[in-house]
């Protein structure tokens, strides 16, 4: 099956940075990547996803790329703000709504 | 507003007894999921349906049932079988894409801690 591996275990950032979020996969059939925002207390959200058709994808400060060669895919947060401190998941899926996840990373921006 | 309603948020227990975690949906949504969430082990996948009726186990099944009696509703049971059921409990429902899988919108969660 599907395994899923994600680094960092935790990022410390300061307000303004870039910061790169990396997950490697093993299926090499997985066609859909989403990444998850997970505040605290509360449920994980999506905030972007790609599918196996597309190299890149961005969506205003957030842009993940993925490599199906070397069966990885990254999230990238430029300018980084406070309210960006979270955990992040990715995940990876053949189709058939099972999501396999990866162990999330805590991210901390200070101001 | 629609989403997903988790009960409750905080559940203590003793060890051999059977605990019921609640999950309702008015999303209209057909599928639905139940994780589990540990430190470090990120999100599990314990069960989900795609229909009422119809269930299927995930890679963590042991020591749970589920039901799925209604679209909007689908319950978790921690049995006295699942040796280690202190932890994060998360649902999520989804639509249905095919074979493909769309996003997942979660509840807020339901902490069980087993004493």
């Known amino acids: 099956g599907e395994n899923v591996e994600q680094h960092p275990s935790t990022l410390s950032v300061q307000e303004g940075d870039s910061a790169v979020i990396k997950c490697t996969y093993s299926?090499?059939?997985?066609?859909?990547f989403p990444w998850y925002k997970q505040e605290l207390g509360k449920g994980p959200q999506l905030i972007i996803d790609?599918?196996?058709?597309?190299g890149e994808k961005k969506d205003q400060r957030i842009a993940v790329t993925l490599n199906k060669t070397a069966k990885h895919f990254s999230l990238h947060i430029t300018e980084t703000q406070p309210e960006d401190s979270a955990v992040y998941f990715c995940?990876?899926?053949?189709?058939?709504?099972?999501?396999?996840f990866g162990t999330g990373t805590r991210l901390l921006v200070s101001p | 507003d629609g989403g997903i309603t988790q009960s409750p948020k905080y559940l203590f227990r003793k060890e051999g007894q059977n605990v019921t975690l609640s999950c309702e949906q008015n999303?209209?949504?057909?599928?639905m999921y139940w994780y589990r969430q540990d430190p470090g082990q990120g999100l599990r996948l314990i069960y989900y349906?795609?229909?009422?009726?119809?269930?299927q186990k995930g890679d963590i099944a042991e020591g749970y049932s589920v039901s799925r009696e209604k679209k909007e509703s689908f319950p978790l049971t921690v049995t006295s079988a699942q040796k280690n059921p202190t932890a994060f409990y998360l649902c999520?429902?989804?639509?249905?894409?095919?074979?493909?899988?769309?996003?997942?919108?979660f509840g807020e969660g339901s902490r069980l801690t087993v004493l």
């Open positions: 999303l209209n949504h057909d599928a």
């Open positions: 999520a429902s989804s639509i249905l894409l095919g074979i493909n899988t769309g996003e997942l919108f």
């Open positions: 995940a990876a899926t053949t189709g058939f709504q099972k999501l396999v």
């Open positions: 299926d090499s059939a997985s066609n859909y």
């Open positions: 349906s795609q229909i009422v009726n119809d269930f």
């Open positions: 790609i599918r196996s058709n597309v």
